[in-house]
């Protein structure tokens, strides 16, 4: 490729050198720089590009892309391009590398505080009831159509965004649904993307502090920035916060929610808990009408439904294919039922600090329980604050909290757990310790009563423990399993 294409949709100035240079490969990493390279210089929170120059320089960059000049950069052998913002360029040449597949597939974001990974689970699951082959990138991991790929990030850095789009293509994928964090839309890792769908679910603060939003405003600024930069936005219409992201909107705009002005309306929801299944039904009316049914737990699956419903309705999709795919949908470590009893629930999920313990716990008590069992532990090597706020959560709104062992790291799980009943003394729940999260997950399923509601809290979709530096593999749905087979439990 002539550095020219890659720069094409770019404006720049080209500082020194040649546009007609022929480069092959795109790199923001310096240590993967090599000869042909085009290196894009970032500046990010903790460190800046621009002090590797030299070094791709050293390693045969054809050409490097920054922000700004210096004389001993002038000085050097290299096609220099001056941009404004290294970001957005970045954005800009990775979609030109890869040949812009965006263009190529029917493209979703879903922004807001909570839901996104359940909501892009439910998408995929009704458009590929209805045939209609669907990637997907989230908190969790990334599935191209071959294979899926762990997550480092809730939105990768735009130009693997770019590449996961090309790998889709390739794959024979026609769409991809994905989250969309405010930190990639502050950080511009979608710039350039004009998604067919931008998806609006709730706002509340979070993610407020160095390295990532100086205050709420900044937050909701960069959550409305995805709907700059999309054909049709939907929104909850009941989120406090929907007329300002509204009035951001350079979109169409259609809602969703309990309200009687939502495009598509939830109406008698209820909970439902039959044969050890806990979950929620509602009349859906508006736009789309039919009775919905959900085997996950919680008022939230209802909004999580509605946003998968309010988008998937634009493909066309049949009710039967969206029902099968509500009733079924499963979402690995998010409120994931594991089904071992009629007698009583069990549950996996990653609330792993105080808040989402709380929403969680909050939750299951709705379902009002013979008891509610919450089975937790904490990292190490972390703060010991969220210890004490967890045992007090759990002690305050679970009948029995079993305390156990989660990723200790370089502590000692006795340590930690110490630091747990502290704040599991402050309430009146009763408790009991076992280090071992295998016989911690034994006795509460071999000690289950008939109406409980045992939740598995903390390590949700994780698949190890990392003790002293290093990670043993452990899956709880492994161990669930493993104790099964000796059946002592209540069927």
């Known amino acids: 490729m002539l550095l020219k294409n890659l720069i094409e949709k770019m404006d720049y100035t080209l500082v020194k050198g040649d546009e007609n240079v022929e480069i092959k490969t795109l790199v923001y990493d310096s240590r993967k720089a090599e000869e042909g390279s085009v290196f894009v210089a970032l500046k990010g929170a903790v460190s800046d590009g621009h002090k590797y120059l ?46 812009y597949p965006a263009k190529e597939l029917s493209t979703i974001g879903i922004t807001g505080t909570k839901g996104k990974t359940t909501t892009t689970y439910m998408v995929k699951q009704i458009l590929e009831n209805a045939g209609i082959k669907t990637g997907l990138i989230g908190t969790i991991e990334i599935i191209n159509g071959k294979e899926n790929i762990p997550a480092v990030n809730t939105t990768p850095e735009s130009y693997l965004v770019q ?53 709420f405003e900044d937050y909701l600024y960069s959550k ?145 329980p013979k008891r509610l069992v919450c089975l937790f532990g904490c990292g190490g090597n972390r703060s010991r604050d969220r210890r004490f706020e967890m045992g007090e959560i759990s002690s305050k709104y679970a009948d029995l909290s079993i305390v156990t062992s989660d990723n200790p790291r370089k502590e000692e799980p006795e340590a930690i757990i110490e630091d747990i009943l502290v704040g599991v003394k402050k309430a009146d729940g009763k408790y009991i310790t076992i280090i071992d999260r295998k016989e911690a997950i034994r006795y509460a399923i071999e000690n289950a009563e008939e109406g409980d509601v045992i939740v598995l809290a903390g390590k949700g979709h994780e698949d190890y423990q990392e003790i002293n530096g290093k990670k043993y593999h452990m899956d709880e749905r492994e161990l669930v399993a493993d104790v099964v087979k000796d059946g002592n439990f209540i069927k």
């Open 54 to 99: 030299l070094d791709v320089i050293e390693k045969g960059a054809s050409a490097v892309i920054v922000e700004d000049v210096t004389d001993e950069l002038k000085e050097k052998d290299v096609t220099i391009i001056q941009v404004k913002d290294t970001r957005e360029a970045l954005a800009l040449s990775s979609a030109a590398y890869f040949g």
């Open 163 to 215: 590449k996961y789009f090309r790998d889709m293509v390739d794959n024979g994928l026609k769409c991809v649904v994905m989250e969309v964090s405010s930190q990639a839309l502050k950080y511009k890792r979608v710039f350039g993307i004009e998604f067919d769908y931008g998806i609006f679910t709730n706002l509340s603060p979070d993610h407020i502090g160095p390295n990532e939003h100086d205050d």
């Open 224 to 368: 409305s920035l995805l709907f700059k930069h999309c054909k049709q936005g939907i929104f909850n219409i009941d989120d406090e916060n929907y007329e300002r992201m509204v009035k951001e909107a350079d979109c169409k705009v259609e809602t969703f929610g309990f309200s009687e002005n939502a495009s598509l309306r939830a109406n008698d929801a209820r909970l439902i808990n039959e044969n050890g299944v806990l979950g929620v039904a509602y009349k859906l009316t508006g736009l789309l009408e039919m009775d919905v049914m959900i085997d996950i737990p919680g008022s939230f699956s209802v909004y999580n439904s509605l946003t998968a419903i309010s988008i998937c309705r634009h493909f066309g999709v049949s009710k039967e294919d969206i029902l099968k795919a509500l009733k079924t949908v499963k979402v690995k470590g998010r409120v994931e039922t594991i089904k071992i009893s009629d007698k009583f629930s069990l549950m996996i999920d990653y609330a792993h600090n105080a808040m989402s313990l709380e929403s969680l716990l909050t939750t299951l008590k709705e379902y009002k």
